[in-house]
């Protein structure tokens, strides 16, 4: 017995140190306002959040409507002072009334037997306060096309997703819808994150950081779009090549990623092949860095990758599940061999629906060692691929630095495939 009240003290004491936390935001954000004409500063949203624990104490006791009574209290006292200080400095934000509604609530989570929760979600109260300049800015920057894409991710992972059924159809089970949009939920997101972190680098970066951003969405298409830049502009030869040579090595991790959030059990064995080309590609982008040059802003005629539209991912989706069927059956009827034959046939355009496939049958029993061998071969026929293009479309210097990342790349997983083996 002498338990319990030690622990409501502690989540009371949470209740209190929400509505602090906030409060200090709130607090430091009106800094300057004259004392008394401020809705609530950091007294006030501490004794907030601790109204808000002490009303679910006592609805512990007398039933869940003090809680609501003490709600209704507090939204009451906000609506007048809000209309009070709105008339008197034409100020019609309600950010801080609604940020006390949530500490109350916050407060009354700790004492519910939510603690934790109710930190968490005073620590993110008081980020999203603070971080309103840099929201707000990043608002003003985002384009409609760039919202409705968010729109369109919400829509496939949050709506879409859970409404389809996690059963396997056609040959082996290999037409699961479930999994199969899950796969084009992934890349779309991993897209997303490339086209904003271009965004976010801005005109400055350069090269290199495109590259990188670059190889997280597309690298065949950052190289093709860099080719044609070089095609114009000779003199940024070296950097363009250092910019596809670092996408090509980012696309490597990013199926590393891909194979991890897959099949974890198959990232030990693909991680040292993989993992040794993406070295070797920083490696040579790193040497041709470091030659003295001058380093150019980014060129007009570089655009940022765009992000996904829902074309797009139901494209992904229809080539997934085409390959992913191809795979059963060149295993059921060519073994290994059919399936290394379609790795090297889907690498020409892209590694990630064979890596996804791949690392997918694998958790029905595929050897880990052929679907290495099938994800390295696709990621060698896509890199040779993109070395042909800037030789076809640039040529001159960035043709054959690209070309020699590229053979050192290849060089390297190689190697590494065969110590793998036990061969070499």
């Known amino acids: 017995m002498d338990e319990i009240p030690w622990r409501v003290f502690g989540t009371l004491g949470v209740a209190l140190a929400v509505g602090l936390l906030i409060g200090l935001e709130r607090g430091w954000h009106d800094r300057d306002a004259p004392e008394g004409q401020r809705v609530a500063g950091l007294r006030t949203f501490g004794l907030i959040g601790l109204l808000g624990g002490l009303c679910a104490l006592l609805a512990d006791a007398y039933g869940g409507v003090m809680l609501g009574l003490g709600f209704a209290g507090l939204?009451?006292?906000?609506?007048?002072?809000?209309?009070?200080?709105?008339?008197?400095?034409?100020?019609?934000?309600?950010?801080?009334?609604?940020?006390?509604?949530?500490?109350?609530?916050?407060?009354?989570?700790?004492?519910?037997?939510?603690?934790?929760?109710?930190?968490?979600?005073?620590?993110?109260?008081?980020?999203?306060?603070?971080?309103?300049?840099?929201?707000?800015?990043?608002?003003?920057?985002?384009?409609?096309?760039?919202?409705?894409?968010?729109?369109?991710?919400g829509l496939i992972s949050v709506v879409v997703l859970p409404l389809l059924p996690d059963v396997g159809y056609g040959p082996g089970g290999a037409l699961n819808p479930y999994a199969l949009w899950w796969l084009v939920v992934l890349i779309t997101a991993i897209s997303f994150v490339g086209h904003f972190a271009i965004r976010v680098a801005g005109e400055r970066r350069g090269l290199l950081f495109t590259g990188l951003a670059g190889g997280l969405a597309s690298s065949t298409a950052l190289t093709l779009s860099f080719a044609r830049i070089g095609r114009e502009h000779a003199a940024l030869h070296p950097w363009l090549a250092i910019g596809v040579a670092v996408a090509a090595s980012t696309m490597f991790l990013r199926m590393l990623v891909e194979v991890a959030l897959v099949s974890p059990g198959l990232l030990a064995a693909a991680a040292p092949v993989l993992g040794t080309m993406a070295l070797v590609g920083f490696g040579v982008a790193g040497a041709v860095l470091l030659r003295p040059r001058r380093a150019p802003d980014r060129p007009a005629g570089i655009e940022g990758t765009r992000p996904f539209q829902l074309k797009v991912a139901l494209q992904f989706a229809a080539a997934l599940a085409v390959i992913g069927v191809l795979s059963e059956l060149a295993g059921r009827w060519l073994g290994d061999r059919g399936l290394y034959l379609l790795a090297l046939l889907s690498g020409v355009a892209d590694v990630d629906a064979i890596t996804l496939s791949l690392a997918r049958m694998t958790e029905r029993g595929l050897s880990s060692e052929v679907a290495v061998r099938g994800m390295v071969i696709a990621a060698m026929t896509n890199t040779v691929v993109k070395s042909l293009m800037v030789v076809v479309i640039a040529g001159g210097r960035m043709a054959w630095q690209v070309a020699l990342a590229a053979a050192a790349m290849i060089a390297g997983g190689g190697a590494a495939l065969l110590l793998r083996l036990g061969i070499a």
Do not use: N
Request: no cysteine.
């Open 75 to 153: 939204a009451a006292t906000l609506i007048v002072a809000h209309f009070k200080s709105s008339w008197r400095t034409e100020d019609y934000g309600i950010t801080s009334e609604v940020a006390s509604l949530a500490t109350f609530a916050l407060g009354a989570a700790a004492v519910a037997g939510h603690p934790a929760p109710a930190a968490a979600g005073a620590v993110i109260t008081a980020t999203l306060l603070g971080l309103k300049p840099e929201l707000h800015a990043w608002l003003r920057r985002l384009d409609r096309q760039e919202l409705i894409a968010a729109l369109q991710l």
